[in-house]
């Protein structure tokens, strides 16, 4: 069947790598960001979010960056094993209870 | 954790079929979502429900209807099914991310329909 990510960007990385994955968002007032990962056959995967008072925030191995100036999320994975290997999409969110804008998604390989 | 549960991962229905997909979450969440996800399209929400019995058009809500009985479950509903609806049915539902504050959306693992 088709994969979520024909079509898509792709990002190679080499395992044990750092990975940054770029999103730009398009609307100067949204107020809530989140990132997703799908792997293949499954359905998006919370990883983390960031409200728009912060331009950093950290989890488990990965880092959310947000620059309101040029309107860009970023995504960084530190040391990408093989199991991170999925297609990751950003979200937007103008205002709370108000509906998410996701992004087309890039497809993260991780090279042994 | 949140868990998000849809009837089927797959379906395989023909051309005037009348389809039900089923979505349930544990979570008692006021917010629940359909989506489709197209390759090259991204994500598309067709409806949602911000509470029981209460429903609103997402951005192609054509050919589609919903349901929300109960406020762990929401259906969406292909009146007719038509090869053009072939596609990833995703459900969500919205509750309070750990850190930020802030609901965001929870996904279910997906239904892959075809339409023949």
């Known amino acids: 069947g088709e994969s979520v990510g024909l079509h898509l960007p792709t990002l190679s990385v080499q395992e044990g790598d750092n990975s940054i994955i770029n999103c730009a968002y398009s609307?100067?007032?949204?107020?809530?960001f989140i990132w997703y990962k799908q792997e293949s056959g499954k359905g998006p995967q919370f990883i983390i979010d960031i409200r728009s008072n912060m331009d950093k925030r950290q989890g488990q191995r990965v880092t959310v960056l947000l620059n309101k100036t040029v309107k860009h999320l970023s995504l960084q994975i530190a040391a990408t094993q093989p199991g991170d290997s999925a297609v990751y999409f950003c979200a937007e969110q103008t205002g709370a209870n108000s509906k998410l804008t996701f992004g087309k998604g890039i497809t993260l390989s991780v090279r042994p | 954790d949140v868990k998000v549960t849809q009837s089927s991962r797959y379906l395989v229905k023909r051309t005037g079929e009348k389809v039900f997909l089923e979505c349930v979450q544990d979570?008692?969440?006021?917010?629940m979502f359909w989506y489709r996800q197209d390759p090259g399209l991204g994500l598309r929400l067709i409806y949602f429900s911000y509470d029981v019995k209460m429903k609103e058009k997402g951005d192609i809500p054509e050919g589609y209807s919903v349901s929300r009985e109960k406020k762990e479950r929401f259906s969406l509903i292909l009146e007719s099914a038509s090869t053009n609806q072939t596609s990833m049915y995703l459900c969500a539902s919205g509750g309070w991310a750990g850190g930020s504050g802030q609901e965001t959306q929870y996904f279910g693992p997906g239904t892959r329909l075809l339409v023949l």
């Open positions: 609307n100067s007032a949204s107020d809530y």
């Open positions: 979570m008692d969440h006021e917010n």
